[in-house]
């Protein structure tokens, strides 16, 4: 079980990046993923997050109104659309799948990752 995320690179601030999380292994379809970031020296934090269906999503206040998550069931991917971006935006971006059909924002919500890609935003 596997969940591929890709998309990172280097940006400038104002810029943009999409990021994508493909499943293989296992179907997520009926699983809610988010996606978390993890900066130097800090923790792994809730970034955003989307139900089974993608009827909810949830978003940190650091990123609500700049980045939009969007999942495609059929494909067994998520993305995470970033626009607006900024250096504090700067870290390793992981996807995740919960144990729930709607999204959380806590870590122990969710029992499978991905192994992260690096979204560097510079100034």
């Known amino acids: 079980v596997q969940l591929q995320a890709s998309g990172g690179g280097l940006v400038q601030a104002g810029g943009s990046l999409r990021l994508s999380c493909a499943a293989s292994g296992r179907t997520f379809s009926n699983n809610a993923m988010g996606w978390f970031r993890q900066a130097p020296g800090k923790e792994r934090e809730f970034v955003a997050g989307?139900?089974?269906?993608?009827?909810?999503?949830s978003y940190s206040t650091s990123v609500k109104g700049r980045f939009t998550i969007s999942r495609d069931r059929a494909k067994d991917t998520i993305y995470l659309q970033m626009n607006s971006l900024k250096p504090e935006d700067t870290a390793v971006y992981y996807c995740a799948a919960a144990r729930t059909a709607v999204p959380a924002s806590e870590n122990n919500y969710y029992r499978s990752w991905g192994q992260g890609t690096q979204v560097t935003v510079s100034s």
């Open positions: 989307i139900s089974w269906n993608g009827g909810i999503t």
